[in-house]
Nanobody, 125 residues
């Protein structure tokens, strides 16, 4: 059973920094990409940043230059196990629940995906 667990959220003042962590366990096929999404009250969930097992990253325009996504591979594999989101120069509009998302390697045309439970990030003075 695959588990996705986030940590590192909290309350920070505008202009401050936070680092989110996400760990995946229990995958039999390997995680080929992971991402951070966020959802603010009354808004749709949106992609924040993404990273593949090849190290390719992608960011939402609203966080480019402020947020950095990185990852660690599972021991002796080319697949992801942990992903991090370093958030700098935080703004009140970054306030949201941040979710970690993991996609397993495709096997015979089938791929499974998993969500974490979310971690609250609040940017306020």
């Amino acid at each position: 059973q695959v588990q996705v667990v986030e940590s590192g959220g909290g309350l920070v003042q505008p202009g401050g920094s936070l680092r989110l962590s996400c760990a995946v366990s229990g995958s039999n096929f390997g995680i080929e990409s992971m991402a951070w999404y966020r959802q603010a009250p009354g808004k749709q969930r949106e992609l924040v940043a993404q990273i593949t097992s090849d190290g390719i990253t992608n960011y939402a325009d609203s966080v480019k230059g402020r947020f950095t996504v990185s990852g660690d591979n599972a021991k002796d594999t080319v697949y992801l196990q942990n992903v991090y989101l370093a958030m700098n120069s935080l703004k009140p509009e970054d306030t949201a629940v941040y979710y970690c998302y993991a996609v397993e390697r495709e096997i015979l045309g089938v791929s499974s995906d998993y969500w974490g439970q979310g971690t609250q990030v609040t940017v306020s003075s």
